[in-house]
């Protein structure tokens, strides 16, 4: 009646530092749970139309529960480096914007921001983040 486990298993041992091993890098959709009322978010308007043109949250990212932020535009942005910081490029945006919104195009009734983390916690060599991504839909108030 003795335990002797499995051949071949040998003996389990467990490793104290397995536990505080920072979570590795993986780039891929988050697919657990995520906290929604963890997340703060905010809208950005339109500096001449007064619309909502973007979208910014920031909250424990659901993998590596590490602080992240992520902005995104609430517009379908064809043709524009939409991601870019380039003040140029916002500029073209932001007039594009409101070309459209004059010829009554408006922002979606729920903002899907597209989160990708970018905690500053070190998961791997020179990459950002854990590499989750995640949606989060923003209702805004009225
Ligand atoms: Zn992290
Ligand atoms: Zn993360």
Redesign the pocket.
Same mark, same amino acid.
């Given at each position: 009646m003795g335990n002797e486990g499995r051949p071949g298993a040998g003996p389990q041992r467990q490793s104290p530092v397995a536990a505080s091993n920072p979570?590795g890098y993986s780039n891929a959709a988050w697919l657990g749970p995520v906290d929604v009322a963890s997340f703060t978010s905010w809208i950005k308007r339109h500096p001449q139309g007064n619309f909502a043109i973007k979208v910014r949250s920031r909250g424990p990212?659901p993998r590596?529960?590490?602080e992240?932020q992520g902005e995104d535009w609430l517009w379908e942005l064809e043709g524009f480096v939409a991601a870019s910081d380039d003040t140029d490029v916002i500029a073209d945006i932001e007039q594009e914007l409101l070309n459209r919104y004059d010829h009554g195009e408006r922002p979606p009734a729920v903002y899907v921001n597209r989160m990708v983390?970018s /905690?500053d916690?070190p998961?791997a060599p020179d990459k950002e983040? /854990?590499g989750a991504r995640w949606d989060l839909s923003v209702v805004p108030r009225p």
């Amino acid at each position: 009646m003795g335990n002797e486990g499995r051949p071949g298993a040998g003996p389990q041992r467990q490793s104290p530092v397995a536990a505080s091993n920072p979570i590795g890098y993986s780039n891929a959709a988050w697919l657990g749970p995520v906290d929604v009322a963890s997340f703060t978010s905010w809208i950005k308007r339109h500096p001449q139309g007064n619309f909502a043109i973007k979208v910014r949250s920031r909250g424990p990212c659901p993998r590596c529960l590490h602080e992240t932020q992520g902005e995104d535009w609430l517009w379908e942005l064809e043709g524009f480096v939409a991601a870019s910081d380039d003040t140029d490029v916002i500029a073209d945006i932001e007039q594009e914007l409101l070309n459209r919104y004059d010829h009554g195009e408006r922002p979606p009734a729920v903002y899907v921001n597209r989160m990708v983390c970018s /905690c500053d916690q070190p998961h791997a060599p020179d990459k950002e983040g /854990c590499g989750a991504r995640w949606d989060l839909s923003v209702v805004p108030r009225p």
